[in-house]
């Protein structure tokens, strides 16, 4: 019998930002990429919301008691190779540290917790070096009691996520059979640096991929943004799509909005986004004004790692080959399940006492600088300016849907 390990992940982050300290480059961004062609993959038309940061934390927790083969997998997948062995528990380490500084301007939290089947008896040196590397918190249940265990971790999920992220697990993911399992969670909030006015937010068309057309509530504003316009490298028009950077509060986080032409499908301009592209774009968009319209959204999407990963080519993990022995001295582990459920909702986050921000009111007759109109699908990228970690990545294929305002002509 082959006791199974659950690794699960789980994700909040609600409309705002964040921002960092003096910490290392993050050198995850070609798997982040990997990750997100693997889901785009999946769903022609489905939103994605993923943290490729929290997968590569999730991963690092799992090496830590990986060996041999199991353990080079990881590291050739998730990029490490290029470090010296075992570097990058410090890396992971103070990408998450920078990141979960304190700070008012914004709220980042990874919360990492290791659950041990009572009755099993695991290397103290891999709890000690969890606790160490990954601040995280070690208990010990009774995975035979299933309901009363899924309870408790949906709990702790609830609880740092400010609730936003409930019933993550059910009973039926536990079995009698599990011996650890791994939930990791992030949580992030913060303002925009400039707010959108809720006062600008109009009902506007948003057409989707697949020809038809929504209802939804665009924001605006004009003001000081990084912006550029590159080429995708087709003829037509030049190819250019256009890269809007809008930063969090404190500057250290960003969205990045890339944008294809409006008849451009979004399908088209999503094989050439690679890792150096990330940061070219970064590299080489300019302060400028702009005019931006951007509609209100939520995604959530709750990711099987589990197969996304075995693409990528971390494999034995999963399987009877799995070399966990770091973990305890059995060598019949392996994780059965990988999960990771990530939110977040996009608004003006403006609220009350968006004053002084500097934003003018539409005039939508006298376009005198670069447009960004996001009303048709684009990919999305949530960033740490200095590091280059990759708190979110995604896209919008139907932003947040509302009921057409009636015409009176058509009564
Ligand atoms: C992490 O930070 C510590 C303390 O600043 C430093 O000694 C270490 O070299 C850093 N690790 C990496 C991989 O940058
Ligand atoms: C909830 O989290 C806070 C810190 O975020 C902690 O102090 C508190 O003990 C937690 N409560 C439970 C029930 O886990
Ligand atoms: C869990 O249940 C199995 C049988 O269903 C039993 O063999 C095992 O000892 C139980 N484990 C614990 C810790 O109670």
Redesign the pocket.
Known sequence: MVPPLLLLLSVWLPGDSCRAADIPEDITAEFSVRLYQRLQARGDQDNIIFSPLSVAVALGMVELGARGDTLEEIRQAVGFSQLVPGVEFSLLQNLTTALSEDDAQYVVRFANSLYL???VSFSPEFVHLMKKYFRAQVETV?F?QSAVVAQHINHWVENHTESKIRELLSPDDFS?LTRLTLVNAVYFRGSWKNQFRPENTRTFSFSRDDGSEVQTLMMYQQGDFSYGEFSDGSQEAGGVYQVLEIPYEGEDMSMMIILPRQEVPLATLEPIIKGPLLEEWANNVKRQKVEVYLPKFKVEQRTDLKDVLQELGVKNIFSNNADLSGMTDGKDLYISKAVQKAYLEVTEEGAEGAAGSGMIALTRNLVLYPQVMADHPFFFVIRNRQTGSILFMGRVMTPEVVEPIEDFDSI
């Open positions: 089947q009572q009755g009774d035979n009698s």
